[in-house]
């Protein structure tokens, strides 16, 4: 059975320092992975993907996140954050290439900027 | 850019009451999926379907629960009787193809059932 570990429930940063959200991931097949965020009030838009191609992944609004399949990890970084970056997010595993397949998410890191 | 659109935006509705939930998904679209998240719970699966029939459910989708694509753009969520325990954000989603596309949620219905 797949599952996703998001290791920390909250997360504070300040504006403009590098922001780690942490995720491990348990999948017997080649798993797609994603980030999602949810701001408040807002529906969940996708960060980035990934699907077996690169293992660094570039998204939206500076994030990216790096495949390691050694430490079965999908870590999420961002050099500087911004205010705005304050939101809910979550890390997401499915089966890769199987139609219709549901998203599988983690219980979401809260992401705090202070400034 | 296309988007997934929901209405309503909240609703409110007595215990034992149906509701129904609607769902406009992205127009070239073939899988359609629900999803809801309990009050600072995670989002939680409950079903997909494609060429209309379910392709996918979870235990949460029990016999209370119905999907629908009764014309060429809507999908729906129907719960017969709802208990208190159904509160929650209700989110719609739709794909392209396989599951590696991307989901592209709508922005949700709150269900308040009192």
């Known amino acids: 059975a797949q599952s996703v570990t998001q290791l920390d429930s909250h997360v504070s940063v300040s504006e403009g320092t590098p922001v780690l959200l942490r995720c491990n991931y348990s999948s017997s097949y080649s798993p797609s992975l994603f980030w999602y965020v949810q701001h408040p009030n807002k529906g969940l838009q996708l960060l980035l993907k990934?699907?077996?191609?690169?293992?660094l992944v570039k998204g939206i609004n500076g994030f990216e996140a790096e495949f390691k399949k050694s430490e079965t990890s999908f870590h999420l970084t961002k050099p500087s954050a911004h205010m705005s970056d304050a939101a809910e997010y979550f890390c997401v595993v499915t089966l890769a290439n199987q139609a219709g397949t549901a998203l599988i998410f983690g219980k979401g890191t809260t992401l705090s900027v202070s400034s | 850019e296309p988007e997934v659109t929901q209405t309503p935006s909240h609703q409110v509705t007595q215990m034992g009451q149906e509701v129904i939930l609607r769902c406009v998904p992205i127009s070239n679209h073939l899988y359609f999926y629900w999803y809801r998240q309990i009050l600072g719970q995670k989002v939680e699966f409950l079903v997909s379907f494609y060429n209309n029939e379910i392709s996918e459910k979870s235990e949460i989708f029990d016999d209370q629960f119905s999907v629908e694509r009764p014309d060429g753009s809507n999908f729906t969520l129907k719960i017969r009787s709802t208990k208190l325990e159904d509160s929650a954000m209700y989110f719609c989603?739709?794909?392209?193809?396989?599951?590696?596309?991307?989901?592209?949620f709508g922005p949700g219905t709150r269900l308040t059932v009192l």
């Open positions: 990934y699907t077996s191609a690169a293992t």
């Open positions: 989603a739709s794909s392209e193809t396989s599951a590696s596309d991307t989901q592209y």
